[in-house]
């Protein structure tokens, strides 16, 4: 099966692009950054929280930090998208406080203009300056935040889903079980998985599995080996973290740990 990714990081630490071609259908998962990009061919179909969303040729690509979504080519038919990833520190040292707690209301939009001037800021970026590239990212979130999007404060999960994020997030090494969440949530195992896919769209085993990669992703930028990643983030061993990472991110750990260390220039 087609599927090429190209990972880069820039002279502005928290800033990275991957541009990725593929045929590959990617299960739900989310990102700890904002995303910002363009899809350069073809077309995927994803899920958001807003329903579902089509991306074709030359169309706006978002997301949103925690943000979970998928994304399934259109007509089963290769597809190529560039992205831009912004970490949230780094847009609160650039956008000030106003930024906090808000995330990006369109999942995809169409504007050709603004897609080409994104692409070019994806061109520049590995040789940018650090200040360049702080120059063209808050210009851009500029564009998108002030005038091409709604902002909106992200939806809070029920009393219930955050009672079951809370126990997955302090401790995603260890597993819960279903019945363990349906009991710190108040609810039947039954409610509590109906509950929880109605709100995040996702199973609670399946959002575990999503917030290890998350957190391996987030350990080996932080410069820890394949083998500690995967025991912090609670992986049975190095082989099943990089399934996982590779299947929801499209690049594997060492791709990732690579574009860190040497950033491969574009040709």
């Known amino acids: 099966m087609l599927h090429r990714v190209n990972c880069t990081s820039t002279a502005l630490p928290g800033l990275r692009t991957v541009e990725i071609l593929t045929e590959r259908s990617f299960p739900r ?21 807003r329903g579902q969303v089509e991306a074709k040729a030359c169309d706006i690509i978002t997301v949103s930090p925690n943000e979970l979504h998928d994304g399934i080519p259109l007509r089963g038919a290769p597809r190529r998208w560039w992205m831009l990833y912004v970490e949230p520190t780094l847009i609160a040292q650039l956008a000030g406080a106003e930024m906090a707690g808000r995330e990006f ?36 979130f500029g564009e998108l935040l002030d005038q ?12 219930g889903v955050a009672r079951m994020l809370e126990r997955i997030h302090d401790d995603p090494r260890r597993a819960p079980s279903l019945t363990e969440l349906a009991g710190i949530a108040g609810l039947t195992p039954y409610a509590a998985l109906r509950r929880f896919r109605r709100e995040l769209g996702t199973t609670p085993h399946a959002y575990l599995l999503q917030y290890r990669v998350r957190h ?33 991110l499209g690049l594997t750990p060492g791709q990732w740990r690579s574009s860190l260390r040497h950033p491969p220039p574009r040709t």
């Open 216 to 248: 391996a992703h987030k350990a080996i930028g932080e410069g820890h080996t394949l083998a500690e990643a995967a025991q912090r983030a609670g992986f049975a061993d190095q082989s099943h973290m990089t399934r996982a990472f590779a299947r929801q």
């Open 105 to 140: 209301s369109l999942p995809t939009l169409a504007d050709p203009q603004l897609a080409r001037r994104i692409a070019s800021l994806l061109r520049q970026l590995p040789q940018s300056s650090a200040d360049a590239a702080a120059e063209g990212v808050l210009d851009l």
């Open 29 to 49: 998962h989310a990102h700890d950054e904002f995303g910002i990009g363009v899809m350069l061919e073809g077309g995927h179909r994803s899920w958001s929280g």
């Open 148 to 159: 091409r999007t709604d902002i909106t404060v992200a939806a809070l999960p029920s009393r």
